[in-house]
């Protein structure tokens, strides 16, 4: 047990090492772009692995993504805040959101609450592209500001204009806080909680869980790194869609997730990269690209039930 | 008037639409457990086999959509028992197989015909008069043919030995299978059955609107609301539910706009699950 656990921090140590260096390697600025991807996705998947875990099956999880990104978007265009602070403002907004909802669709389990999930993305997405005046609609919000030039603590200058490679360090340190954050939670007594109330909400509720406190909890701390996710990208990307936000986006996110396995912390991780990774190696087969995504899905549910996380299990084994 | 006359004939033919590729949805739920998120994309796979068999085997309209039904329900023979059959009861597992098809469907619709504007030449060109009102023909012969297709659904479901095997192995699969219910090829013949109604409703529908890869993801959308409003396992309920969605989707962009009309009935399905989780017709709480 004690040599399994030091192995776990030796790989988890060598990757986030990895990670910080990948910049210094020659690599060209689509590859990092590839990079800042994969980071965002692992925020998203990850968070949406936080609300799996208490039972609740979202199929909505984009679309807090977008209310994160469209706030910040919109909060720094309108009111000239900056994107520092409009990022945590539009994830607050997000978990603002998803508390509200989330009391409200705590009455669901199972399957209804997913198909409410479903609905209320949409729904979400639908708001988003009749608000012409505010989001642009369908054909998109352009031109708030990106994150410009700032000196912290007077250390030296760094400049998110010119280069896409100080991006990718603030996204690896939001995913590295993100998922500290929610492993701290799942171990944490409110993680036993959320797992009680997975397998059966009746016995929970009958040793004292509540049902409603803990599953509101998850949904809304989900949702707030969702929303997180969504905004740091939409300052990187500069350009924002309703489509991104809509039924598709949510689905890929659990595909993400359930591919890589849900039992385990490092599922959306390994689910996330190998997905996004693979395809990107084979973008010279331009429109067959998606074949190798479909292929990829269709082995791990033929050959191995526990996701992708059981094929590294059994290789360290 | 003519307005009037005009979206109630699209109220209908909406309507109708979406009850045939819900009930397909519904059916295969009930029957298998399974969450079949690939049924719009056999809507749209039948719209692009439908453009196949007429643009590459000169085929008139009739043959292509009849041949489009064959060869989509014979795939979902196929998808059956070699996509779903391995994994019966794993709801994961068969949730990821179905995101795994609309993937791959997509992409082979793409390379086969191509994303751009095509459609399928229309059963009946025209337009007719009655009373002095102006409608376009394939609109009311879609309409109608929807109705044959459903007639014939409800009698294959009511009246046949077929239809109540189905019905038994939808209230349990253990005790239908006890009573020597060849459980495999029921479910097989409604997977097939309820991809040719897809297919159907797809090739009728591209006669109307032009087709595109991603016309199926608004049809599951509206399937699974259709579902809902009816009430998870009840196929009755799917025509009231079917016409309240089609005909809100047929009116309301007139006065509100198409965003805002997908607003609407998307918050009418979160409200009805939240007070009736059941469904309006359903009966299991």
């Known amino acids: 047990m004690n040599i399994s656990k030091n192995s776990n921090l030796i790989i988890w140590a060598t990757l986030i090492v990895f990670s910080f260096l990948l910049p210094l390697f020659p690599v060209g600025p689509y590859t990092v772009h590839i990079c800042i991807l994969i980071l965002t996705y692992i925020i998203a998947t990850s968070s949406l692995r936080t609300i799996f875990i208490s039972g609740q099956a979202s199929v909505g999880h984009a679309a807090f993504m977008g209310v994160g990104a469209y706030t910040s978007a919109i909060l720094s265009l309108r009111l000239g805040w900056t994107p520092w602070i409009t990022m945590l403002v539009g994830a607050l907004a997000a978990m603002a959101l998803a508390t509200m909802s989330g009391y409200l669709f705590c009455r669901l389990r199972a399957i209804y609450f997913s198909m409410v999930t479903l609905f209320f993305g949409i729904a979400v997405e639908a708001v988003m592209r009749t608000m012409v005046g505010l989001t642009g609609g369908r054909s998109g919000l352009v031109g708030f500001p990106r994150l410009g030039v700032i000196n912290p603590f007077g250390l030296g200058e760094i400049n998110f204009a010119t280069s896409k490679v100080p991006y990718y360090y603030l996204l690896l340190i939001l995913t590295l806080l993100t998922l500290l954050a929610l492993y701290r939670l799942e171990k944490s007594r409110a993680g036993m909680n959320w797992m009680a109330i997975a397998q059966s909400p009746l016995v929970a509720s009958s040793v004292g869980i509540s049902e409603t406190k803990f599953r509101v909890l998850s949904f809304a701390i989900g949702c707030f790194f969702a929303g997180l996710a969504g905004s740091a990208y939409a300052h990187y990307n500069g350009v924002l869609s309703t489509s991104s936000f809509a039924l598709l986006p949510s689905i890929y996110l659990v595909i993400y997730m359930l591919l890589g396995g849900v039992g385990n912390f490092a599922g959306p991780i390994i689910g996330v990269v190998v997905l996004v990774a693979i395809p990107e190696l084979f973008r010279s087969l331009k429109e067959f690209t998606p074949f190798v995504f479909g292929g990829i899905m269709l082995l791990v549910v033929y050959l191995m039930p526990q996701g992708l996380v059981g094929l590294f299990k059994s290789a360290k084994s | ?285």
């Open chain 2, 1 to 285: 008037m003519e307005i009037f006359a005009q979206t109630v004939v699209n109220g209908l033919l909406l309507s109708s639409i979406y009850i045939l590729v819900a009930v397909g949805f519904a059916l295969i739920f009930s029957l298998m457990q399974v969450l079949n998120f690939a049924h719009g994309v056999i809507y749209m796979v039948g719209a692009y086999v439908c453009y196949y068999w007429g643009a590459y085997f000169g085929l008139g309209p009739w043959g292509a959509l009849l041949m489009s039904a064959l060869t989509v329900g014979l795939f979902g023979l196929f998808l059956e028992k070699f996509c779903f059959r391995p994994f019966h009861g794993d709801f994961n597992r068969t949730l990821m197989v179905s995101l795994a098809l609309i993937i791959i469907l997509q992409a082979a619709a793409d390379v086969t015909v191509g994303g751009y504007v095509k459609r399928v030449p229309t059963v009946l060109p025209g337009v007719m008069n009655i009373w002095g009102l102006t409608l376009s023909n394939e609109r009311v012969v879609t309409f109608i043919i929807a109705l044959f297709l459903l007639s014939g659904l409800t009698l294959l479901i009511q009246k046949t030995k077929l239809g109540q095997q189905m019905r038994a192995l939808a209230q349990d699969r253990d005790a239908a299978a006890l009573q020597g219910i060849n459980v495999h090829f029921v479910s097989g013949v409604a997977f097939g059955l309820a991809c040719a109604l897809a297919a159907l409703a797809g090739g009728l529908m591209a006669s109307i609107i032009s087709m595109n890869v991603h016309m199926g993801d608004a049809m599951l959308v509206k399937a699974i609301a259709l579902v809902i409003v009816a009430g998870m396992g009840s196929i009755g309920g799917l025509f009231i539910s079917g016409l309240i969605i089609g005909f809100m989707d047929a009116t309301l962009p007139l006065f509100i706009g198409g965003a805002g009309s997908d607003v609407v009935a998307f918050c009418l399905v979160i409200i009805i699950l939240l007070i009736r989780p059941q469904g309006l017709f359903g009966i299991e709480v």
